[in-house]
């Protein structure tokens, strides 16, 4: 459009005008000036007329009965109010009958476009020349060719406004035509998904859900629209599922939770949700679209791992307790008896000669050192002091033991532990303890550790500090080390969270947060 205005208002005209001026009145600007406005009013309707019914001339001819009704009803209307406006005598004439005019107008641009406001002016313009050359309706007293200029003055003034609305309604309906065309390919591609598909506006109502939602809740579509949704949501889910929704859509993030939903044969099924926020061209908040997938038999899956995962653990510690016990009730107690034998020596032989010799003396060291090994291997295995003290005094005496045998220095925190901590939580915490100590000593590269335990009103924290070398903790994760599943698969069964952070060159922290 703005090419055309261009052209038909300025460049053609000036062109015209310049060429043509010399023939049309005696003053050279006067009819440069007839010119100009004669060559712009024929750009600004009849080019635009005759190019749009060429164009668009088949096309009406299909539209339907009623559109083409209403054109010939307009055009009429038109015809009548134009001859009236443009041959009534000036003495009872009234100037606010040019008015007439706007409604007609109007109504061709918005309703019709280019084709019709077009249409509508040639009919204007060929009433008004018609009654001017007749000396009829406002114009009669202008004298044909020499002094049209208020004449076309009017026509073009009064063109060029409805010819920009008429372009400009055109614009958006285009616009409208392709949103449309966009939206029946969204639902079209959204109803044949095989997972439910959502949107909702900036007031956080729901707007759209595909055939897939409507299939598995059993519900009309009118049902499940602004807040219907929620009524297939389990109530034990639905507080949470619409805060989390609602703090989404307030801070324009997105989010995804998972909460049960009632299927239409009335059995609740897990859902996950996941939505993103949408945006308008200019940046504005338009909704959140979003995706529902079934994972009841995902759910069952990872319920069943966690049991076999549980049973697995809980019978891997039923046989270090075993083994811990046959350590120290059996090995530990014979080995030490076997030390007593050779500290007494040869009864038979006098108390002055009775002397250890000292290969026997040093298979002795080496025989206690094997039992304060062993005994510290029962230790790690199995500690009752777990079992009869808690775990803040099983953790600090841990810790004690394995300074000692690793020659290493660990400060040990404690704060606001409660007492009483579940059995399964405690030794999860002390193993989590055990493995990290163990990787801290075998991988830092330091000496000095941190230990602590602090309790919340939340739950219970146990933190393992290094200030060693540190390891890339994504990478370790992926060669799928040994010691770091086990602690994350302990934390898991029982709803804690694991976290690690460690960087090459930074140390590693270990941090393990059990809820009570």
């Known amino acids: 459009m703005a090419r055309y205005s261009l052209f038909a208002l300025v460049l053609a005209p000036l062109a015209g005008a310049s060429l043509s001026a010399h023939g049309i009145a005696r003053d050279y600007w006067a009819g440069w000036k007839i010119v100009f406005l004669s060559e712009v009013l024929a750009f600004i309707t009849l080019t635009p007329a005759l190019l749009s019914w060429v164009s668009e001339g088949r096309a009406l001819m299909r539209r339907s009965r009623a559109h083409l009704l209403e054109g010939v009803i307009l055009i009429t209307g038109l015809v009548l109010v134009s001859y009236i406006v443009f041959t009534v005598p000036e003495d009872s004439r009234s100037p606010a009958l040019f008015y007439a005019l706007v409604p007609f107008l109007l109504w061709s641009a918005l309703r019709f476009g280019w084709l019709g406001v077009s249409t509508s002016l040639i009919v204007v313009t060929s009433l008004s020349i018609w009654g001017a050359v007749y000396g009829r309706g406002p114009f009669s007293n202008l004298v044909p060719l020499t002094n049209p200029l208020p004449l076309q003055m009017f026509l073009v003034f009064a063109s060029i406004p409805f010819m920009v609305l008429a372009a400009l309604a055109e614009e958006h309906q285009e616009a409208a035509q392709v949103v449309r065309e966009s939206e029946g390919r969204f639902r079209l591609v959204a109803n044949t998904a095989p997972v439910m598909i959502w949107l909702t506006g900036s007031d956080k109502l729901c707007t759209y859900v595909n055939q897939s939602w409507l299939e ?18 389990h109530k034990e889910d639905f507080k949470r599922c619409v805060q989390t ?11 995804g939770m998972e909460y049960r939903a009632r299927r239409h044969d009335g059995e609740y099924r897990w859902i996950l949700d996941t939505g993103v926020p949408r945006f308008n061209p200019d940046g504005s908040f338009a909704g959140f679209i979003g995706s529902c997938v079934d994972i009841t038999d995902r759910k069952l899956a990872e319920d069943a791992l966690a049991t076999v995962g549980r049973r697995l653990i809980e019978a891997h510690e039923e046989e270090r307790t075993r083994i811990a016990r046959e350590l120290h009730d059996d090995i530990v107690q014979r080995i030490a008896l076997l030390a007593n034998e050779l500290q007494r020596g040869d009864p038979h032989t006098p108390d002055s000669t009775n002397r250890v010799p000292d290969h026997i003396q040093q298979a002795l060291h080496s025989l206690y050192d094997l039992g304060k090994d062993v005994q510290a291997l029962s230790h790690r295995l199995h500690s009752s ?3 009869y003290l808690g775990f803040v005094s099983a953790a600090k005496s841990f810790c004690r033991e394995f300074s000692e045998q690793h020659k290493v220095q660990i400060e ?24 990290a100590l163990q990787n801290a000593v075998k991988h830092s590269a330091r000496q000095n550790f941190t230990v602590e335990v602090h309790g919340t009103e939340e739950g219970i924290s146990l933190t393992v500090i290094d200030s060693g070398i540190g390891f890339d903790w994504q990478d370790a994760m992926n060669r799928r080390g040994i010691g770091l599943i086990s602690m994350r698969e302990r934390i898991r069964l029982v709803n804690g969270e694991l976290s690690v952070q ?14 009570l």
């Open 245 to 255: 929704y609602s703090q989404a859509v307030d801070h324009r993030e997105p989010y």
């Open 216 to 233: 598995f809740t059993g519900r009309p579509l009118e049902a499940e629209l602004g807040y219907g949704w929620t009524e297939v949501v």
């Open 502 to 515: 460690s960087e090459p060159g930074r140390g590693t922290t270990v941090r393990a947060h059990v809820h």
């Open 385 to 387: 002091k777990l079992e």
């Open 412 to 435: 040990f925190k404690h704060s606001d532990v409660p007492p009483g901590i579940p059995k399964e939580i405690s030794l999860c915490l002390f193993r989590v303890l055990q493995e």
